[in-house]
């Protein structure tokens, strides 16, 4: 079971690097899911993950207080927002766009209402 985990982490670390250079791409749920399966596969790359200069600190606020940076959630909010847009722009059909703004505007919600972190 250790391997499925530790190919779940690396596998999630892929897909956050991508989403780090992606633009419409999010990184952080990609390095929440790494760290949680670390933590039952790795504990070399658990620390590795914790202690990163970038991602580290997302992850431990998360962990500790289920908070968000304000940087964090004004570019989750600024992309979430621009999408519809951008969609619209390249000629995304109404159907697409409506599930983009229902979609977009709960986890918008949901993000939104997360507290900023304390230990900063």
């Known amino acids: 079971m250790k391997l ?3 190919a779940l982490g690396l596998m999630s670390v892929g897909a956050a690097a ?3 250079v992606l633009p419409l791409v999010p990184a ?3 390095l929440l899911v790494a760290a949680f399966a670390f933590a039952r596969s790795s504990p070399r790359l658990q620390a590795w993950l914790l202690g990163h200069p970038r991602f580290g600190p997302l992850i431990i606020d998360w962990r500790t207080e289920g908070a968000i940076s304000r940087q964090t ?3 989750a909010l600024a992309t979430m927002a621009a999408t519809p847009g951008i969609t619209w722009a390249l000629g995304g059909s109404a159907t697409i766009l409506a599930v983009q703004v ?3 505007a709960i986890c918008a919600l949901f993000i939104a209402s997360r507290p900023s972190p304390t230990r900063r």
């Open 28 to 30: 952080t749920p990609f």
């Open 102 to 104: 229902v979609v977009l």
């Open 4 to 6: 499925v985990w530790l």
């Open 18 to 20: 991508a989403g780090v």
């Open 73 to 75: 959630k004004t570019v």
